[in-house]
């Protein structure tokens, strides 16, 4: 089992960053490769970043390629999503989740239904 917690949401103005944590229980966190996904309202959740287990491979929506990046802290347990340049569209509640498949050392997977723990969101507000 995998206990996933993310935090640093909130309100931005438009143009503006937030650094969004994801902190994992247990002691084989490089074994899963992490994502983050976002759901606004009445919309579905949408993919938009997953990095390896290692740490060496990341992908990116084309929405937010560029303004955000995905990295890890194996040795704190944590994946992190640094969003820049926030546009009123990035609003939603920004899920981490953790998939651990066999390959999920060397890659990641943009499909939802593969990813097995998921946190219980963090909500992201951007104001025009």
């Known amino acids: 089992q995998v206990q996933l917690v993310e935090s640093g949401g909130g309100l931005v103005q438009a143009g503006g960053s937030l650094r969004l944590s994801c902190a994992a229980s247990g002691r084989t966190f490089s074994r899963y490769a992490m994502g983050w996904f976002r759901q606004a309202p009445g919309k579905e959740r949408e993919f938009v970043a997953a990095?390896?287990?290692?740490?060496?491979?990341?992908y990116y929506a084309d929405s937010v390629k560029g303004r955000f990046t995905i990295s890890r802290d194996n040795a704190k347990n944590t994946v992190y999503l640094q969003m820049n340049s926030l546009k009123p569209e990035d609003t939603a509640v920004y899920y981490c989740?953790?998939?651990?498949?066999?390959?999920?050392?060397?890659?990641?997977?943009?499909?939802?239904?593969?990813?097995?723990?998921w946190g219980q969101g963090t909500q992201v507000t951007v104001s025009s």
């Open positions: 989740a953790a998939d651990g498949s066999i390959n999920a050392w060397a890659t990641a997977t943009r499909d939802s239904y593969k990813y097995d723990y």
């Open positions: 990095i390896s287990g290692s740490g060496t491979s990341t």
